[in-house]
Nanobody, 117 residues
Framework: QVQLVESGGGLVQAGGSLRLSCVAS????????MGWYRQAPGKQRELVAT???????NYADSVKGRFTISKDNAKNTVYLQMNSLKPEDTAVYLC???????????WGQGTQVTVSS
């Protein structure tokens, strides 16, 4: 079983920054992809950013140039650096990981990010 623990959310003013972290734990982890989704009240869950085992990244158009995803393989940790935050970035941010050998997906509980105007 894989467990994910997110941290780093909070309340910030527009234009500010936050850094989210997500640590994956479990036995014999073979991590493939990691990433972040977000879900705002009354809206569908949307992809924010992903990073593959090889380090390739992908971003939602709405966050390109403002957010940066990175990872530390030794720590089984994925990060999301969020700069120039906007009120529309307010959401619960959820970490996910895809692990081998059967490419199962696991999700964290989420961390709240609130951006005030």
């Amino acid at each position: 079983q894989v467990q994910l623990v997110e941290s780093g959310g909070g309340l910030v003013q527009a234009g500010g920054s936050l850094r989210l972290s997500c640590v994956a734990s479990g036995s014999a982890l073979s991590i493939k992809d990691m990433g972040w989704y977000r879900q705002a009240p009354g809206k569908q869950r949307e992809l924010v950013a992903t990073i593959t085992s090889g380090g390739s990244t992908n971003y939602a158009d709405s966050v390109k140039g403002r957010f940066t995803i990175s990872k530390d393989n030794a720590k089984n940790t994925v990060y999301l650096q969020m700069n120039s935050l906007k009120p529309e970035d307010t959401a619960v941010y959820l970490c996910y990981v895809v692990v081998g050998p059967y490419f199962h997906s696991y999700w964290g509980q989420g961390t709240q990010v609130t951006v005030s105007s």
